[in-house]
């Protein structure tokens, strides 16, 4: 293969509706993208079968690079207009065949996910759109913070909701000495005013003024389909 033009996705996984390939040897799962064909190629071998879907970049309408909740695995999520190429592989040339996964679902489901490491997805995608205006355009990356971000412990989650419960506890007890505080206030005020009411009237009869109260506001059978 050339390699100006072609070059490899490291890819782990392939998933298409419910048809799921695994990388677990070598040979098993080969993702590529051909610039010269402008195309992605999803290549499956099963036993001594050999199979590949092609994916038009012009098929392609959208293209986002979403980061695990382990902050170290990712998938690229490809959305397409229309389904890909079936091949196989015969006698060293590829033969035009139908739909070899199971069901047929590749011709339906039009959702394409790619699971591999974040930081290999990341760059090969970058280089990949890099070279294609279209792709360019169509391809959405996380930001930063999310590709370094890790995982929160348990060890500090627990922490943070002790620190969030000491906080509670904390406001909770200064709003109450402030409301107690305010209370006795107005305590005084009220009796001070009723000594003064008493002093400037001795004839004429005073009426109580009720003062408000106070309130705390504590918020894929092989080998074929495969």
């Known amino acids: 293969m050339n390699q100006n033009t072609t070059g490899l ?5 392939v998933t298409v509706g419910s048809w799921h390939r695994m990388k677990i040897s070598q040979q098993d799962l080969m993702c590529y993208y051909k610039l010269n064909e402008r195309a992605f190629s999803w290549h499956i071998r099963d036993s001594n079968y050999h199979f590949k879907m092609m994916i038009s ?11 695990l909740d382990d902050h170290i695995s990712a998938q690229i999520d490809m959305d397409l207009v229309e389904a890909p190429i079936f091949f196989m592989e015969n006698n060293s040339s590829w033969v035009q065949c139908s739909d070899f996964t199971e069901g047929m679902q590749a011709s339906v489901v039009l959702h394409h996910t ?21 792709l360019c355009q169509l391809t959405r ?12 412990s348990s060890t500090s989650m627990h922490h ?3 620190a969030v419960a000491a906080a509670a506890a904390a406001a909770a007890a200064a709003a109450s000495v402030a409301a ?3 209370h006795q206030s107005m305590e005084q005020a009220f009796m001070m005013q009723q000594q003064q009411q008493q002093q400037e009237s001795h004839q004429q009869n005073w009426r109580h003024q009720s003062l408000p109260l106070s309130s705390a506001r504590d ?7 495969i």
């Not at 990356?141 to 929160?152: E, G, L, R, S």
């Not at 918020?219 to 389909?225: E, F, K, T, V």
């Open 219 to 225: 918020y894929w059978i092989p080998p074929y389909p």
């Open 180 to 182: 107690a505080s305010s």
């Open 9 to 13: 996705i490291t890819a782990t996984a």
């Open 160 to 162: 943070h909701h002790h």
């Open 141 to 152: 990356f996380p930001t930063a913070v999310d590709m370094m971000m890790p995982p929160p």
């Open 114 to 134: 790619v699971r591999g490491l974040a930081a290999d997805l990341r760059q090969e995608l970058l280089a990949i759109a890099g070279m294609d205006e279209r």
């Open 57 to 67: 970049f012009d098929s392609i309408a959208s293209i986002e690079l979403n980061v």
